[in-house]
Nanobody, 120 residues
Framework: QVQLVESGGGLVQPGGSLRLSCITSGLAFSNAVMTWYRQGPGKERELVAHIGTADDATNYADSVKGRFTISRDNAKNTGYLQLDSLNAEDTAIYYC?????????????WGQGTQVTVSS
């Protein structure tokens, strides 16, 4: 059974930092790609960052470039999203998504989300 568990969210002041984790089980994490999404209050879900199977294959939404860093530790079956220089616009529920090739098609799995609130 595939499971994705996010953690690391919380309340932080503007300019602060958080590190989100996405711990996976039940799949070959090293063969999967990972994407972080977020959904703010009254907003649609948006892609934040993506990482391929290797650490050097990353891309980011323009709104978070230079402030957020996505990474992965295949030995721990875990992906991360480092959030720095946070501002109120970053307030959202953050979700990790895993896509893995099964036969000739990709299958996606989602975590339950972790709340990030940026407020003074």
């Amino acid at each position: 059974q595939v499971q994705l568990v996010e953690s690391g969210g919380g309340l932080v002041q503007p300019g602060g930092s958080l590190r989100l984790s996405c711990i996976t089980s039940g799949l070959a994490f090293s063969n999967a790609v990972m994407t972080w999404y977020r959904q703010g209050p009254g907003k649609e879900r948006e892609l934040v960052a993506h990482i391929g199977t290797a650490d050097d294959a990353t891309n980011y939404a323009d709104s978070v470039k230079g402030r957020f860093t996505i990474s992965r530790d295949n030995a721990k079956n875990t992906g991360y999203l480092q959030l720095d220089s946070l501002n109120a616009e970053d307030t959202a529920i953050y979700y990790c998504r895993i896509d893995i090739l099964s036969g000739d098609r990709w299958i996606d799995y989602w975590g339950q989300g972790t709340q990030v609130t940026v407020s003074s």
